[in-house]
């Protein structure tokens, strides 16, 4: 029932857990592309049609749900994983669990390497609604802690959520 294939390069370390053969070929595809793009694995030049036309977005440190165009949220979404590999020393982005159900996935990673001379890791889990073949929904499970170095570090270089 858990498959583990693994990917890597030089940014990423992808680890794949509970990819379930019975889920939607739909889910299955659009979770595999997400994670392979949110890894910077292997950026999906299709990003922005994996998402609904409009998207709902939760953070669980500040508990507001956003609504976001989707095609707006995937650009965004892209230029804050890239900026992140530029500002990070060493950068890499462990995907270390992708549980893909009938309905969606979730998705748990660290990020790790250090700013200005300091280690950080930054875990955070990720699940995701599909409906229709598109993400509808994206609840982030993180520590704003963990985040406050690299925000500061991307506010810095003018590349915070751009």
Known sequence: MTSAATTKTTESTT????????????????????????????????????????????????????????????????RMLRATADIVQGHSDRIWSLEIGDDGFAMAATASGELEGAPVQIARCLLVTVRDGRIARICEFGDRQQRAPLDAALRAAGRFRS
């Open 15 to 78: 680890t794949r857990q509970g990819d379930h053969p019975n889920a939607p070929a739909p889910v299955r595809d659009v979770a595999n592309r997400f994670v392979q793009t949110y890894g910077l694995t292997r950026i999906d030049p299709d990003f922005a049609q994996l998402f609904a036309e409009t998207v709902e977005v939760w953070h669980s440190f500040d508990h507001e749900t956003m609504t976001l165009p989707g095609d707006e949220f995937a650009g965004a979404m892209l």
